[in-house]
């Protein structure tokens, strides 16, 4: 069996035809001054280093990569309902037009650390969507009502389409792609799906760690993730574990449409939710923790394979 481990929200890129231009000093300060004092040549190459895409993760990166991302500044906040003008005012400002965006915006920074650390730990295959999910959630489908938020469905036709096919299609394809591949080659694809959730909503505080969905009626699927569960408890006994929660595993997501293209005979999908109360700290005790889950997983896989030899 091979892994696949996939983060959907961590992204905090804008595509670059979004991003606001910088103003030419040429205009400001005429032709003569910017060509003499390089002005000119430094904005723009300022500008380009901001929205250049991130390179692909690969195996031999990502631990190095990781590395980087446990020093930087992480708890960058992912309000859950993207659209919320009062806590993200950012989002319903007059200038969040296309060409008018900031290079970057607020990412699931917390799933894209944990997603790095358990693929370079794992040594598994790690696919991400760089771009922020303010823009277009690549986990609804793309004819439900809020897979823009309100400010970006007011957009020109073109520009939401272009979004559409460019950021939402284009990781869906690739997610799509790489377990037709892996299916292909190994015969089963294991999928593990990998984002964060806030650790209260509406006033109340959500009691878990860690969410693990699934489908209950794939029996495989459920059989796994009790597996793995157990397993947890005793690898990592400092996180609390809890099934279908704070969601229940058929909700739309990106697993939910994987499981339409796939059978159950070659594709398990599993959503691995993390509660931002500690995924999002830069402590030990959450690579411990993360450590502890890849430890739990090799032995739910060891196991298996035991029992089909």
């Known amino acids: 069996m091979t892994i696949l481990i996939s983060c959907e929200t961590g992204g905090d890129r804008v595509p670059p035809w979004l991003v606001r231009q910088p103003i030419s000093t040429e205009r400001i300060l005429g032709p003569g001054f910017a060509e003499d004092s390089g002005i000119a040549e430094t904005a723009d190459a300022t500008e380009a280093a901001a929205v250049t895409e991130a390179p692909v993760v690969t195996e031999a990166s990502v631990v190095a990569e990781a590395s980087v991302a446990s020093s930087a500044v992480l708890e960058i906040p992912l ?102 591949q892996h299916s292909r080659r190994h015969g089963f694809t294991l999928h593990v799906s990998v984002r964060s959730f806030a650790s209260s909503s509406e006033g109340r505080q959500r009691r878990t760690d860690i969410g693990l969905l699934y489908d209950p009626s794939r029996e495989d699927e459920m059989a796994f993730c009790l597996d793995w569960i157990d397993e947890m408890y005793e690898s990592a006994p400092m996180i609390r574990v809890r099934r279908n929660y704070p969601r229940r595993g058929t909700t739309e997501s990106l697993v939910t449409a994987m499981r339409s293209h796939f059978s159950a005979e070659h594709y398990v999908g599993v959503e691995l939710l993390l509660n931002r109360a500690w995924a999002g700290r830069r ?11 890849c430890r739990s997983l090799d032995q739910v896989l060891d196991f298996q394979s035991a029992d089909a030899a």
């Open 79 to 180: 309000i859950e309902g993207a659209s919320d003008c009062e806590s993200r005012p950012e989002l319903c400002s007059s200038k969040f037009v296309p060409g008018q965006l900031p290079g970057r915006l607020p990412g699931d920074a917390s799933a894209r650390y944990v997603a790095r650390r358990m693929a370079a730990l794992l040594q598994s295959p790690l696919i991400e969507n760089k771009y922020a999910a303010a823009l277009i959630d690549v986990t609804r489908s793309s004819r439900h009502r809020s897979v823009m938020p309100p400010e970006v469905r007011r957009w020109p036709t073109e520009d939401r389409n272009r979004l559409i096919q460019e950021v939402h299609a284009g990781y869906r394809n690739r997610v799509r792609n790489a377990i037709e």
């Open 283 to 293: 402590v030990g005790l959450r690579d411990q923790a993360i450590e502890g889950i």
